[in-house]
T-cell receptor
């Protein structure tokens, strides 16, 4: 069966520090991968999605970046965090359409 | 940018009552999906309805889709306190791979 792992669960980082959030998927191959951000009490904002290794589509210009070095690995990064980067970050994968998105448990990032 | 928009933003009902949430979207879609999110957790898929379907049932859930109006509704019958959560619709646009979500409806079911 397929599983998705996202870590860490919580993270507190100072302004200006770097960020690396990792997401891995097991039990499937060539999935679409997604990074979403959710502000407190709000909906999900699509940040990046990837349809294959090295292929990244960015939705919102910001100081975040994403990479997909392996088929089932998706990484969200920043060189210098801003206060506005605080939020709940969710990774998800999508199989062959039509199929639902499968979400990880999320990372709660607080930038202080 | 968001694709779907749910309304109402918040809904409070008594246990046993029905809850109806609506979703509107802007572009043509392959399918529309509804998800549930408990506070501080990831989203869980509830139901998927394809663009050529008009209604779908799953247990106490009933989803309708009107592609001419670009809208969908989620009905939860005989609600329970455990149904308290946020509910989101998401659309899978034609020829795109970006799944977009609305702002969600926060449902509170009072025991």
């Amino acid at each position: 069966s397929q599983t998705i792992h996202q870590w860490p669960a919580t993270l507190v980082q100072p302004v200006g520090s770097p960020l690396s959030l990792e997401c891995t998927v097991e039990g499937t191959s060539n999935p679409n991968l997604y990074w979403y951000r959710q502000a407190a009490g709000r909906g999900l904002q699509l940040l990046f999605y990837s349809v294959g290794i090295g292929q990244i589509s960015s939705e919102v210009p910001q100081n975040l970046s994403a990479s997909r070095p392996q088929d089932r690995q998706f990484i969200l990064s920043s060189k210098k965090l801003l206060l506005s980067d605080s939020g709940f970050y969710l990774c998800a994968w999508l199989g062959t359409v039509p199929s639902p998105l499968h979400f990880g448990n999320g990372t709660r990032l607080t930038v202080t | 940018s968001q694709q779907g928009e749910e309304d109402p933003q918040a809904l409070s009902i008594q246990e046993g009552e029905n809850a109806t949430m609506n979703c509107s979207y802007k572009t043509s879609i392959n399918n529309l999906q509804w998800y549930r999110q408990n506070s501080g957790r990831g989203l869980v898929h509830l139901i998927l309805i394809r663009s050529n379907e008009r209604e779908k049932h799953s247990g106490r859930l009933r989803v309708t889709l009107d592609t001419s109006k670009k809208s969908s509704s989620l009905l939860i019958t005989a609600s329970r306190a455990a149904d308290t959560a946020s509910y989101f619709c998401a659309t899978d646009p034609y020829n795109n791979n970006d799944m977009r979500f609305g702002a969600g409806t926060r449902l509170t079911v009072k025991p």
